[in-house]
């Protein structure tokens, strides 16, 4: 044990000429560090002491939940009126969605208004009110349309794609009905995304969308199994197949929106009417709307489908001339 202990003390110590036991370098710098981790300890200890004294004499409650913040009042103009929504489309803000970086979303929102209202044109003249007869309703000068040949829209990152259309026939004293099995309207219009009819060159902004500064497209879900036309004091009757067709509606001023025609391709078929009424709602909400339909008309606009009088003979579909 003796021989040991000597060992140690030898790896620490050194003797001098005099015989005297002399700490080695190493020695001293490592007791020099023992000594400062034994003070910072000490004095960790005291802290923690002195912390838990005070907690102990004076608990005091702790909240891991963030305070919400004060609600503050929509901002208003001085005079107390409303905010206008913006009537000029260069004061909107388009932003792509997770549905399509093409196809955007329009804020605010507020100016889906003046598109809905040519929509629920859309949908009156599918459940029996002649053009004229939803024009007048609507509050339209005209009827919200105008038929093209084609229409300039983006191909994604192929460019631009010049797309052929196709129209309603345009009669104001025609009317017509879109009705499933049951005799029930089964036309839903929902929202696709919108874009400008513009691009930035260089240092340029090229127009290639005529008078209407942004488009969206807007799909038409027909459900129905038949439709009928009437016209001249004559019904016209035809089968129909469930199919989705993509509408275009462009923009013009001070919240006018016009229908500027049906795609003629692509047209699909509906086979599953729930999961497409599923799919339906879920985009539409992504561009902060909701699909438009006949409850919607019968609620907003008040527009109930028109009673279908039969006052004529029926005449075989091929004699009226529609190309949507």
Aim: charged content about 20%; some cysteine.
């Amino acid at each position: 044990m003796k021989t040991i202990f000597i060992t140690i003390l030898d790896g620490l110590t050194y003797k001098d000429l005099a015989g005297f036991r002399q700490p080695r370098a190493y020695t001293v710098i490592s007791a020099l560090i023992l000594i400062l981790l034994f003070t910072v300890s000490g004095m960790a200890m005291l802290n923690q002491y002195l912390l838990m004294s005070t907690v102990k004499a004076a608990p005091v409650s702790i909240s891991l939940s963030t305070p919400a913040p004060e609600a503050t009042a929509p901002t208003q103009p001085e005079s107390g009126t409303p905010l206008e929504c913006p009537g000029d489309s260069s004061d909107w803000s388009l932003s792509p969605t997770y549905a399509s970086r093409t196809y955007n979303v329009i804020q605010p929102a507020c100016v889906y208004q003046g598109l809905e209202k040519t929509i629920a044109w859309a949908l009156a003249v599918r459940e029996g009110y002649s053009r004229a007869r939803a024009t007048e309703l609507l509050g339209f000068d005209d009827m919200p349309m105008r038929p093209l040949q084609a229409v300039t829209i983006p191909a994604n990152a192929r460019g631009l794609s010049e797309v052929p259309v196709s129209f309603i026939p345009p009669d104001p004293d025609l009317t017509e009905w879109r009705l499933n099995a049951n005799g029930e309207p089964a036309i839903t219009y929902a929202m696709r995304g919108c874009f400008r009819t513009s691009s930035v060159v260089g240092n340029t902004i090229e127009t290639w969308g005529g008078e209407y500064s942004v488009i969206c497209l807007v799909v038409e879900d027909a459900e129905n199994t038949h439709i009928i036309y009437s016209l001249d004091g004559h019904i016209y009757t035809s089968p129909a197949t469930p199919t989705r067709s993509f509408l275009l509606f462009g923009y013009l001023a001070d919240g006018l929106w016009v229908w500027i025609g049906t795609q003629e391709q692509p047209r699909l078929g509906i086979k599953d009417p729930e999961a497409n009424a599923h799919e339906r709602e879920t985009i539409a909400a992504m561009y902060d709307t909701r699909p438009w339909d006949t409850k919607w008309l019968g609620s907003t606009y008040h527009l109930l489908m028109q009673n279908r009088r039969k006052t004529g003979g029926i005449r075989p579909m091929r004699m009226i001339n529609s190309s949507s």
